[in-house]
C-alpha cells in the first residue's frame, strides 16, 4: 500500500503503464505518479482525498503524485482505463497541483477536446510501447506532456492557502502511518497506537480512517497482512501456522476466517490455484471474486525507501 504503495512493472524502462480492467475495484492506495482513470463503459464510486463522487461512462478522474484514492463499488460490466505515468516525464521538477475536483465529466472532456486526445495518447503508448521503434521514448513523453497541460488549462484549482497546507501534512503524517502499518504488519498494531501516532483520539482517528481509506482500521490492517500471506503461499513451503505467526495472525483459525473474507478463497485453495502469480489485493474483483485467474501483469508491493 503506502496506502498499498504502488510500483508497477512497466514494459520498459520508460515509466508509462496502460491497462483495461474490468468489473473491479480498489482499496485505498497511493503513489508517486500521475494516474489518469477513464470510465469506458459503467460507473465507480470513488474517492481521492476528501473528494468522493461516482464517476460515470466517459468521464475522467485524476489523481495527482501522492493523493490516497479508492473505489470501495462499481457497476457490473464496468469498464476502467488507467494510464499511469512518472512525474519526471512531464518535468524534473514537477509539483503536486490542488484540484478544485479531480473528476472532469463526459461532457467537460468532449467539450474541451480532449476526450479525442485521450482516446490517441492511449493508442500511441501501447503501438509505440509495443514496436519500440527509435525515439519512441520521446513521442509518448510528448505526448504525454501535450495532454497533461492541456488538461492543466481546464481544470480548477483549489486555492485554500493556510487550510491546504493542514490538509497537504496532515495526508503526509497519514502515509506515513500506513507506510508503518505494512512495514510492521507482523506485529501487534492497535487502533489506540495508530491514533496516537496522529496525536488523535481512537474515536476520531476511527472516523478520519475510514473517511481517507474507504474502511475499518482493522479490515486495511487484515487486507495488508492477507497481501504477505498471498505472497508467501505462492513462493513458499512454509507451514501454514508459520505462514499465519509471520503475517500478523496469532492462530490459523483466525487467519483462514479472515483469509477467506477478503478473497473468497481459504488459504488451501489460493495457493493450489494461484501457483506463482500472488494476487495484490489493491485491485480486487467484485464480489471477492478473487479466486478467478491472477491478471497478468501485477503490480507488486515493495517498501519505501
Known sequence: MKAFHEVRNYASDLMVWHREFENISFIAHWHREIELL?????????????????????????????????????????????????????????????????????????????????????????????????????????????????????MPMDEGGSTKNRRTVMLEEFQSLLSYMEEHASENITLEMAAEKMHFSPSHFSKVFKQLTGTGFVRYLNTIRITLASELLSRSDLPMIQIAFACGFQNVRNFNRVFKEITGSTPSEYSRIAGKEPRNFTYYKSNADIIAEAEKDPITIVKQT
Not at 479508492?70 to 460490466?77: H, I, M, V
Not at 505515468?85 to 463526459?106: C, E, N, R
Request: hydrophobic letters at 40%.
Open 38 to 154: 477513464y470510465i469506458k463503459k459503467g460507473s465507480i464510486r470513488m474517492q481521492v482525498t476528501n473528494h468522493s463522487f461516482t464517476a460515470e461512462e466517459g468521464d475522467l478522474v485524476v489523481c495527482d503524485t501522492g493523493e490516497i484514492h479508492y473505489s470501495n463499488s462499481c457497476s457490473r460490466g464496468s469498464i476502467l482505463d488507467f494510464i499511469i505515468f512518472d512525474t519526471g516525464l512531464i518535468s524534473s521538477h514537477y509539483q503536486h497541483h490542488s484540484f478544485a475536483k479531480p473528476l472532469l465529466t463526459a461532457e467537460e472532456l468532449e467539450a474541451s477536446g480532449l476526450k479525442k486526445r485521450l482516446l490517441a495518447l492511449e493508442t500511441l503508448i501501447d503501438m509505440e510501447l509495443s514496436d519500440k521503434k527509435p525515439y519512441y521514448q520521446e513521442l509518448i513523453r510528448a505526448a504525454l506532456q501535450n495532454f497533461w497541460f492541456r488538461l492543466l488549462r481546464i
